[in-house]
Every structure is written in structure tokens, then in C-alpha cells.
């Protein structure tokens, strides 16, 4: 099991950015795939972006592509989101999520976008977006 720790939300107006961390410990970090999601008042938890074990895959939600940009630091164990250009809608609980995946991916290319396909969670993070 990895623990995870996000931090780095807050209010922030509409068109500002943000920067999210999330620190792991508890296992060696580089083995694990990562995800982020979100979670807004009233509405189901949604896939925000995601990326390898070794960094080399990203992938991201419709909604964030382009605005929105994940990248790790394996030798800091931490994974981050850079968010630019927020809008109101972003507005939400932000989680991490790890995946361990080198031993099925040995090329460090798969990425996972289920929430279903995480095993360790992050307890959140708040981020809100002001019109």
C-alpha cells in the first residue's frame, strides 16, 4: 500500500491557475501508475488525468485536455497537476490515485483512467473557481 497526501488547492478566480502535489510514501513510488480525479457537489466521481509509471504515458479527460497538465518527479515521489485556465466547473474535491503497474508493464506505457483500477487514494483536496 502507498500512502498519498495532495495538497495545494484553494480559491482561485476564474482564468488563474493552480498547482496540485501529491506525495507518496510507503512503497517505492516508480512502480506505481498514477491517476487524478475529481469529485463536485452533487455529481459522481470523474477520471481528470493520468500518467505511467514512468511518465512516458499521459492521458486526460475531454473536459481538462489542453488546460490541464500531469507530469511526476520520481526521485521527490510526487505526482502533479498543473491546471491553467480555470473555469467555475472545475470547482471540486481533487484526488490522487496509484495504480502498481511496472510488474504488468515493463515499458512503463499503460495508463488507467477507471477509478476502479486504483487501489490507494489520496484523501483530497479543494479547489475552488470563482466566477
Known amino acids: 500500500q502507498v500512502q498519498l497526501v495532495e495538497s495545494g488547492g484553494g480559491l482561485v478566480q476564474a482564468g488563474g491557475s493552480l498547482r496540485l502535489s501529491c506525495a507518496a510514501s510507503?512503497?517505492?513510488?516508480?512502480?506505481?501508475?498514477m491517476g487524478w480525479f475529481r469529485r463536485a457537489p452533487g455529481k459522481d466521481r470523474e477520471f481528470v488525468a493520468a500518467?505511467?509509471?514512468?511518465?512516458?504515458?499521459?492521458y486526460y479527460a475531454g473536459s481538462v485536455k489542453g488546460r490541464f497538465t500531469i507530469s511526476r518527479d520520481n526521485a521527490k515521489n510526487t505526482v502533479y497537476l498543473q491546471m491553467n485556465s480555470l473555469k467555475p466547473e472545475d470547482t471540486a474535491v481533487y484526488y490522487c490515485?496509484?495504480?502498481?503497474?511496472?510488474?504488468?508493464?515493463?515499458?512503463?506505457?499503460?495508463?488507467?483512467?477507471?477509478?476502479?483500477?486504483?487501489?490507494?487514494w489520496g484523501q483530497g483536496t479543494q479547489v475552488t473557481v470563482s466566477s
Open positions: 490515485a496509484a495504480r502498481h503497474s511496472r510488474n504488468v508493464d515493463s515499458r512503463g506505457s499503460y495508463i488507467w483512467s477507471r477509478a476502479d483500477d486504483y487501489d490507494d
Open positions: 510507503g512503497r517505492t513510488f516508480a512502480d506505481y501508475a
Open positions: 500518467i505511467s509509471w514512468s511518465g512516458y504515458s499521459t
